[in-house]
């Protein structure tokens, strides 16, 4: 098994600049719309990450088997394109971690639309066997708490439902930004949408091309905030962010005010300085607008010895891995924290007492296939001294440049 042993920069000024790949979450939904429109889209800055390649790729093929791997956005929005398709049959699978993933709500919705939808193995999970029509749509519901992606795919190939969709959530809404960001996207293509209450409405329409600048990932951005929170001193540009706000994970900028660093906004980039040290010891976040950033939030209030009450977690249970299970393994294991389930969709975080570790002593992580753990716990090394992260490489699925970008910032990484 392969390791990288992440050692922290000799200087305590952490100084440097990073240019930040562009969103993969804004990629993936600009390629299906592209797709949609017969590939006419000039696409700007599209995401590296191996997510937003994959869906390129597949997206082009005309196999009859498609395999979406890990990617969870790429295998659900390729379930509602590919139920559109009209005369194309495929079989969609996924890794074996996918293949454990729930798709039931989403492939019950797009029935309810008059998708021809059914399972090659488990009721309820991939793969699938698709055979794309034409789509009438209508009024359906949906969970209101189930992943945003399902959201997400069911409105993108809305406009090309002959009646359109109007899609009533119920209970209480999760990933709310991700939503809007959709909507946002498809309204730059000129889709009429509204979203009031618990209700969304997408009007039958065309996408009209034009050419789209895909903003950095701000997901990608948070793993150097934490870096900026844990240093005793930085300062560092990430090139490609705006205030545009069609991210939700641009919340870290004020969630890491409070932790002292303080964020520069430019023209196209932003500033980040470590000003001071947070001077309070307990911290409460509701990660129901943004749970990719869970880890990375988590991992630096550890690590700067903060206990948390966290609720909206609940999401984290379907992604790569079972993300809450994972972060309170490594965190034991690390001996730093324990992270606890204390009610309904409430967690505690509560923290050990725990000494700086000798560099030969270094932890090593699991990463359990999930690009964000190997991404979240790397810059905890501004406390141990040094860590080891295994299966290193499974950043390539969001962020491929992550270890060479820590590198520029002074970082000591070694293969294992």
């Known amino acids: 098994m392969e390791k990288y042993l992440i050692k922290t920069p000799v200087s305590d000024f952490i100084k440097g600049t990073i240019q930040l790949n562009g969103s993969k979450s804004i990629s993936n939904r600009v390629l299906v719309i592209n797709a949609l429109c017969n590939n006419l889209i000039e ?8 997510d937003t390649v994959l869906m390129q790729q597949l997206l082009q093929f005309d196999n009859t088997v498609l395999d979406a791997g890990a990617g969870g956005t790429t295998f659900r929005f390729l379930t509602a394109y590919l139920a559109t398709q009209d005369g194309r049959e495929v079989v969609l699978t996924g890794s074996e971690r996918m293949q454990l993933r729930p798709i039931k709500i989403l492939v019950d919705a797009l029935q309810q639309l008059g998708a021809d939808i059914s399972y090659e193995n488990k009721i309820g999970f991939p793969p699938l066997r698709i055979k794309g029509k034409k789509l009438k749509g209508g009024k359906i ?3 209101a708490d189930t992943s945003s992606q399902y959201i997400t795919a069911l409105l993108l190939i809305a406009p090309t439902l002959e009646n359109g969709l109007e899609l009533e959530l119920i209970g209480t809404i999760v990933s709310v930004p991700y939503i809007k960001m959709t909507l946002k996207i498809m309204e730059y293509f000129g889709i009429e949408t509204s979203f009031v209450d618990n209700k969304i409405a997408v009007k039958s329409g065309n996408y009209q091309p034009k050419k789209y600048y895909v903003e950095a990932d701000w997901s990608a951005a948070t793993y150097f905030y934490s870096i900026a929170i844990l240093s005793e001193k930085a300062e560092i540009e990430l090139i490609g962010l705006t205030n545009q706000q069609l991210q939700g994970d641009a919340i870290i900028a004020a969630i890491a005010d409070s932790f002292g660093v303080e964020t520069t906004w430019k023209e196209n980039a932003i500033v980040l300085n470590k000003v001071r040290k947070p001077d309070f010891d307990s ?17 630096f209030c550890v690590a700067s010895a903060i206990e948390m009450n966290c609720e909206g977690l609940q999401t984290l249970r379907i992604k790569e891995t079972d993300r809450i299970a994972a972060l309170d393994n490594e965190l034991q294991k690390l001996r730093m924290a324990s992270l606890n389930e204390i009610n309904t969709n409430k967690w505690k975080l509560n923290i050990n007492n725990y000494t700086t570790r000798d560099t030969q002593l270094a932890t090593s992580i699991s990463t359990y296939d999930d690009h964000r753990m190997a991404m979240a716990f790397a810059p905890l090394c501004l406390k141990t ?3 080891l992260i295994e299966e290193p490489n499974v950043v390539s699925k969001s962020y491929p440049l992550f270890w060479e970008d820590l590198k520029k910032l002074g970082f000591k990484i070694t293969t294992i």
């Open 141 to 143: 519901s949906l969970p």
């Open 43 to 50: 696409i700007e800055n599209l995401s590296n990450a191996d």
């Open 385 to 387: 001294k040094s860590i």
């Open 283 to 299: 911290y409460n976040f509701n990660f129901i607008e943004c749970p990719d950033i869970a880890q990375t939030v988590i991992t």
